[in-house]
C-alpha cells in the first residue's frame, strides 16, 4: 500500500461523525477547521497551469462536507485537492504525547562524519546544520547555484549516500515520497518536516522514518485568517505550536 493511502487509511478511522466547517486555500497554505474546532495545515502546491481562473471546481461546495468525503483527497494527483484531504487529516490526528517542542536538531542527532541530504530548502536549519556535519546536499525542483541547492535530478546518485536524510511533508503532495524513502534506505536517519506532517509515527516508522516534526494549530480563528490573506510560516507565530517526536 502506498504512503498516502495509509495516511488516508487512517484519517478515515478517525473521520466519522465529523465535518469540515471551513475549508480555506491560500497561497502558501491549506487550512481545514473541523466542527469540533481542531484545524489541521497542509501546503499549497503550486504544480501546474490551470486551463482557467477556476482551480478548484468545486468552490463554494466544500465547507460542511464530512470530513469521510475529504479525507481521500490525499490520494489525489492533484496538488491542490491533495492539500485539502491532508489538511483534513492533520485536522483529525491527535497529536502524541511523545511529541515536544525540541528543537528539530536536539532530536536529530548528527556527527562530523555524516552526509546530510535535505529535500526541500530548510533556511534555519542550513547554517546550523552546516557547522555540525562533513557535507550538506540540498535538492530542490529547480537548481539554484547561487544558494548551492541541486536538482532533484542528482538524488538517485547522492541520496544513498547521505548517513541523514531530511525530506520536506510536501514529497506527500507531490507523491514523490515513496522513490525518496527508498533512495534513503540505508540512512540511520530520516526525519519527516513542515506543516504538512501528519503525527502518524506508527505509520513512517514501518517506512524507515525516524523522526517527524510538524505544527500543532492551537489558534484556528487566527490561521484561517493568514492562510486567506497570503500568509506562511512566518506569520503562523503565536498560532501554532512547532512539535517533533521521534518514531
Given at each position: 500500500?502506498?504512503?498516502?493511502?495509509?495516511?488516508?487509511?487512517?484519517g478515515?478511522?478517525?473521520?466519522?461523525?465529523?465535518?469540515?466547517?471551513?475549508i480555506?486555500?491560500?497561497?502558501?497554505?491549506t487550512?481545514v477547521?473541523l466542527?469540533?474546532?481542531?484545524?489541521g495545515l497542509?501546503?499549497?502546491?503550486?504544480?501546474?497551469?490551470?486551463?482557467?481562473?477556476?482551480?478548484?471546481?468545486?468552490?463554494?461546495?466544500?465547507?460542511?462536507?464530512?470530513?469521510?468525503?475529504l479525507?481521500?483527497?490525499?490520494?489525489?494527483?492533484d496538488?491542490?485537492?491533495?492539500?485539502?484531504g491532508?489538511?483534513?487529516?492533520?485536522?483529525?490526528?491527535?497529536?502524541p504525547?511523545?511529541?515536544?517542542?525540541?528543537?528539530?536538531?536536539?532530536?536529530?542527532?548528527?556527527?562530523?562524519?555524516?552526509?546530510?541530504?535535505?529535500?526541500?530548502?530548510?533556511?534555519?536549519?542550513v547554517?546550523?546544520i552546516?557547522?555540525?556535519?562533513?557535507?550538506?546536499?540540498?535538492?530542490?525542483?529547480?537548481?539554484?547555484?547561487?544558494?548551492?541547492?541541486?536538482?532533484?535530478?542528482a538524488?538517485?546518485?547522492?541520496?544513498?549516500?547521505?548517513?541523514?536524510?531530511?525530506?520536506?511533508a510536501?514529497t506527500?503532495?507531490?507523491?514523490?515520497?515513496?522513490?525518496?524513502?527508498?533512495?534513503?534506505?540505508?540512512?540511520?536517519?530520516?526525519?519527516?518536516?513542515?506543516p504538512s506532517?501528519?503525527?502518524?509515527?506508527?505509520?513512517?516508522k514501518?517506512?524507515?522514518?525516524?523522526?517527524?516534526?510538524?505544527?500543532?494549530?492551537?489558534?484556528?480563528?487566527?490561521?484561517?485568517?493568514?492562510?486567506?490573506e497570503?500568509?506562511?510560516?512566518?506569520?503562523f507565530?503565536?498560532?501554532?505550536?512547532?512539535?517533533?517526536?521521534r518514531?
Amino acid at each position: 500500500m502506498l504512503l498516502n493511502d495509509e495516511i488516508v487509511k487512517h484519517g478515515l478511522e478517525l473521520a466519522a461523525g465529523h465535518t469540515a466547517i471551513d475549508i480555506r486555500i491560500g497561497l502558501g497554505y491549506t487550512a481545514v477547521l473541523l466542527d469540533d474546532g481542531r484545524c489541521g495545515l497542509a501546503y499549497t502546491l503550486h504544480e501546474k497551469e490551470y486551463e482557467s481562473c477556476c482551480v478548484m471546481p468545486d468552490a463554494g461546495k466544500l465547507a460542511g462536507r464530512r470530513a469521510a468525503e475529504l479525507a481521500p483527497w490525499a490520494k489525489s494527483t492533484d496538488a491542490t485537492a491533495c492539500a485539502v484531504g491532508l489538511a483534513v487529516i492533520n485536522a483529525l490526528v491527535r497529536t502524541p504525547d511523545t511529541a515536544v517542542t525540541s528543537d528539530v536538531l536536539d532530536l536529530l542527532p548528527v556527527t562530523p562524519d555524516d552526509t546530510v541530504g535535505m529535500i526541500g530548502y530548510f533556511g534555519p536549519l542550513v547554517e546550523p546544520i552546516k557547522k555540525r556535519v562533513r557535507a550538506l546536499h540540498i535538492f530542490e525542483r529547480r537548481a539554484m547555484p547561487e544558494y548551492e541547492i541541486l536538482p532533484e535530478s542528482a538524488t538517485p546518485e547522492l541520496l544513498p549516500k547521505c548517513q541523514v536524510v531530511i525530506l520536506s511533508a510536501t514529497t506527500l503532495l507531490n507523491h514523490t515520497i515513496e522513490g525518496l524513502l527508498e533512495l534513503s534506505r540505508t540512512a540511520r536517519e530520516i526525519a519527516l518536516l513542515g506543516p504538512s506532517t501528519p503525527f502518524l509515527p506508527e505509520i513512517f516508522k514501518l517506512r524507515g522514518v525516524t523522526m517527524l516534526s510538524g505544527l500543532e494549530v492551537v489558534d484556528p480563528p487566527q490561521i484561517l485568517r493568514i492562510v486567506s490573506e497570503g500568509g506562511g510560516t512566518r506569520q503562523f507565530t503565536g498560532a501554532v505550536r512547532k512539535l517533533s517526536l521521534r518514531c
